[in-house]
């Protein structure tokens, strides 16, 4: 069973910055798809930037592309998203995600059914 705890989300103006955490209840350092999703009132959770821990490999929405970086730190079990740039559009409940596998390497980096624990979400909200 992994626990996850996200963190860093809050109010921002366009063009501002935020970076959310999620901590982890075990190592993730190898072997685990790691990612953020985002939920806008009304519309579906999508996929947002993914990890894959065994290579480091990364995966982004077309829509955060250049703007947001996923990254893990070991030794303190902890994913984070750094988000610059941000645009009212980026407004949504934010949630980190994990599950065993390979299987980000690939388009299925965003599937939501593919990802077996999720924290509880952070809300980020952003004004023009």
């Known amino acids: 069973q992994v626990q996850l705890v996200e963190s860093g989300g809050g109010s921002v103006q366009a063009g501002g910055s935020l970076r959310l955490s999620c901590a982890a209840s075990v190592h993730t350092y190898s072997g685990y798809c790691l990612g953020w999703f985002r939920q806008a009132p009304g519309k579906e959770r999508e996929g947002v930037a993914s990890?894959?821990?065994?290579?480091?490999?990364?995966y982004y929405a077309d829509s955060v592309k250049g703007r947001f970086a996923i990254s893990q730190d070991n030794a303190r079990n902890t994913l984070y998203l750094q988000m610059n740039s941000l645009k009212p559009e980026d407004t949504a409940m934010y949630y980190c995600?994990?599950?065993?596998?390979?299987?980000?390497?690939?388009?299925?980096?965003?599937?939501?059914?593919?990802?077996?624990?999720w924290g509880q979400g952070t809300q980020v909200t952003v004004s023009s």
């Open positions: 995600a994990a599950a065993r596998g390979y299987f980000c390497v690939s388009d299925s980096w965003s599937l939501r059914s593919k990802y077996l624990y």
């Open positions: 990890i894959y821990t065994g290579t480091y490999s990364t």
